[in-house]
């Protein structure tokens, strides 16, 4: 009687262990709620015009000294600044700031690769360009740079998704006509010029539906904390066959070693 009883408990751990890989094959195959892969609205791009110290519609300055041209996306002021002099310039990054509706930050220079790819460049605070060189540079406001853990995120200069709401959207439209500013000394032995540069948005133009960004972090190996037997790497199917089979040769090999203590075999 108590060996029958021990083979239906071995049954019941088997089959129990079948039907919670069949279980977790099943969750896996449902999405999460918050799947990178399911747009959560519309993003908008600003499109701005040069304001000051000249107006114009492309983003770009020149006279004696330098020859600049930005770039301006949700989150970074990117230019691209030439040394026309023939001596070597300084760019003192620690005094430039970046005004969002005259309000001033400190700027932080980065390494940009692209939206999601990026890190701050904090080995000078001073940047020479020799004469006829040029620098790139990716300017966020210090006040917009989120760190986590030695993670940074940069927020957008201004809001630009509107996550499926009406009053969002309005809000973004409802940024035409305000003002981003750089404050950009440059310095040379003798000289310094103080460079304000101010830009102007002057459209709203949609960008497609937005995806929330996936920042590429080194993935960290887990060990298991407990060994489950389960068919690795197997369809839910296959795997709850798999541990049936299991199961089973358990079963077998139960019995005969019963058996042979009862001296039947």
């Given at each position: ?146 760190t986590n853990l030695g993670e940074f995120e940069v927020t957008a200069l201004y809001p630009c998704v509107d996550f499926n709401d009406e009053k ?98």
């Amino acid at each position: 009687m108590k060996r029958y009883f021990l083979f239906l408990i071995i049954f019941f751990i088997g089959c129990g262990g079948s039907k919670q890989a069949l279980k977790e094959g099943v969750a896996s195959k449902i999405p999460p709620k918050n799947d990178l892969n399911f747009p959560s609205g519309k993003k908008y791009e600003y499109v701005y015009k040069l304001v000051k110290p000249i107006e114009k519609d492309k983003l770009y300055f020149s006279d004696l000294n330098i020859f600049v041209e930005f770039v301006i996306d949700e989150s970074f002021i990117h230019l691209r600044l030439k040394n026309k002099k023939n001596e070597k310039i300084f760019l003192p990054l620690n005094d430039a700031q970046i005004l969002i509706d005259a309000r001033a930050s400190k700027v932080l220079n980065f390494n940009y690769l692209n939206e999601v790819n990026y890190s701050p460049a904090r080995f000078f605070d001073v940047i020479d360009v020799f004469p006829n060189a040029f620098v790139e540079l990716h300017l966020a406001p210090s006040d917009h740079v989120l760190t986590n853990l030695g993670e940074f995120e940069v927020t957008a200069l201004y809001p630009c998704v509107d996550f499926n709401d009406e009053k969002k959207m309005q809000e973004i439209y409802g940024n035409i006509g305000k003002k981003l500013g750089l404050y950009l000394p440059v310095e040379t032995e003798s000289e310094i010029y103080d460079y304000y540069f101010e830009f102007q948005i002057v459209n709203v133009k949609e960008a497609g539906a937005y995806y929330p960004k996936r920042r590429q972090v080194a993935a960290q190996m887990q060990l298991p904390s407990e060994i489950v037997v389960k068919g690795e790497g197997l369809n839910p199917s296959e795997s709850f066959i798999a541990s049936t089979l299991i199961s089973f040769f358990v079963l077998i090999s139960a019995y005969f070693i019963f058996a042979r203590e009862k001296g039947k075999i």
